[in-house]
């Protein structure tokens, strides 16, 4: 069965990108030799599908220069179907379509690969999904930086009811933790 996971990094203060939408806070934090690529590679084995804002659609294509070198996304992405969720036209590169709307639908679209789900952010996005009850699992990566302000982790309520707490790994600087969110 398909899992929909939130699979992101956020700093102490809970945010995932500072007020201009970067997320160059993150990269100047060290993770332990190795380790963060053998996460993300072991959890996109299982990912069959990726739900993504155009926020993080556009500060990807921006920061890695995807547009001048479309062979980035299908290094990154490649064989996923990826879904970004958008009210406006944005640049398109090759394994990316683009939706508006309820969620509900295209998650639905997206669950039925049979593999997980990869609700890659943003936090707006990942809202809706779990209004809706469709997210199963957060996997956090807290870096020890504080912004003061930006764009939130979650800006949901979700309560010690709707969260379970079923993993805590330490990675250099870096703590992972994994949520299973508990459907309403």
Do not use: N
């Not at 939408?21 to 332990?32: G, H, K, N, Q, T």
């Not at 990807?60 to 547009?67: A, N, P, R, S």
């Not at 807290?142 to 969260?163: F, H, M, S, W, Y």
């Amino acid at each position: 069965m398909s899992r929909t996971i939130y699979y992101t990094a956020t700093t102490l203060d809970g945010f995932l990108a500072d007020p201009s939408d970067s997320l160059d806070w993150l990269f100047e934090v060290p993770a332990e030799e190795g380790s963060a690529s053998r996460r993300f590679e072991d959890f996109m084995a299982g990912v069959g599908g990726i739900l993504m804002g155009s926020s993080t659609y556009l500060w990807i294509l921006d920061h890695e220069k995807v547009l001048e070198s479309p062979e980035k996304w299908q290094e990154w992405y490649g064989g996923k179907d990826c879904v970004v969720m958008t009210t406006r036209e944005l640049p398109a590169v090759p394994g990316v379509r683009f939706a508006s709307g309820d969620v509900r639908p295209v998650h639905a679209s997206l669950v039925a690969s049979g593999k997980d789900v990869w609700a890659a952010g943003g936090g707006d996005l990942v809202g809706q999904l779990a209004d809706a009850g469709l997210v199963d699992e957060l996997w956090v990566s807290i870096a020890p930086v504080t912004l003061g302000a930006g764009k939130p982790l979650l800006p949901r309520v979700l309560t010690a009811k709707d969260l379970t707490l079923t993993k805590v790994e330490p990675d250099g600087q870096f703590v992972h933790l994994t949520y299973e969110v508990t459907r309403r």
